[in-house]
């Protein structure tokens, strides 16, 4: 054979030995792909059964559990919190429950809880003028426009659909209205709620919410006491001077309606998961009803 026979040769096994290099380069990489695809679709079914556990838990635990012995942690057991704030329920489980009785209601507004909100996150006055009279347009079933508010013009000129003329199913609703801005909603909104609340228990509320409503002495007592380093009853009497459980606008009970947010993580997997229930009594035909999904 040749100098230039071997070279030629040697060229062909160089070319065969990069094409299969390549080959199993290409093969390797599927196979660690199909590695991690079985692993993230383990994973998911791990959380998914996590998931359905953790929601069978906390459901039997609310039917089980008297909601203000649910959440003083002066009791017996592991207390959960009505304002938020996580509680874990087992490696990679968290819960988060809300009571709506902490939060302000825009199918009821009251202006003396309202404004104080408004004004706490710098709304201008005018604003908040504007808002709550098309608040009160957009639920009222007629369409007289009321001082300062908003009907079927102000919205058709805008190009929005509204106003509704019925009950708020949603608060996101109150985006159309005039008088606040997709950013300032964005900071009031988690405080609000569309469903129809006379009340407020702000040991169930925000800590901004609570700063916006009370003198930062009670709200700093109230925040404390909300996340459960003391007695709710002693800590209640302590600031107000009595127990008295509702007194026509702020309750100290969490009241039977609450927003439940449960996270799993598996690995790289996780699943939220966002449900309002309402607490009914044993019995109810459903004394845990499943209002809606998120």
Known sequence: ??????GVALVQVLLISAIIAIVALHFNKTAQRNVD?????????????AMRSAKTAV?????????????????????WYCNGKPVTL?????????????????????????????RAEQIPDEQWGQFLPALHDWTDVDDNVSPFGAEHAYYNASDKAGPRNGPLQSVAEIRALPGISDTQYERI????????????APLCASAPLVRALFNEDIAQ???ILGNGQQDIEQGWQQIFGSF???????????????????????????????FEILIQ??????????????
């Open 1 to 6: 054979m040749t100098s230039k026979q071997s």
């Open 37 to 49: 695809i079985a692993r993230q679709y383990q994973q998911r079914l791990e959380a998914e059964l």
């Open 59 to 79: 459901l039997s635990r609310f039917y089980q559990t008297d909601t203000l012995a649910l959440f003083n942690h002066s009791g017996q057991g592991t207390s």
């Open 90 to 118: 087992s490696p990679g489980v968290t819960l988060q429950v809300k009571s709506m009785l902490g939060k302000l209601s825009v199918s009821l507004p009251q202006d003396e809880l309202l404004v104080p909100l408004f």
């Open 189 to 200: 909104g988690p405080n609000l709620t569309h469903h129809y609340i006379s009340t407020f």
């Open 221 to 223: 007592q109230l925040i």
């Open 244 to 274: 008295v459980p509702y007194d026509g606008l702020l309750d100290v009970f969490p009241g039977n309606l609450f927003e439940v947010t449960l996270s799993v993580t598996r690995g790289d997997v996780k699943l939220d998961h966002r």
């Open 281 to 294: 009594t044993h019995q109810s035909r459903e004394p845990i009803l499943q209002l809606s999904y998120y």
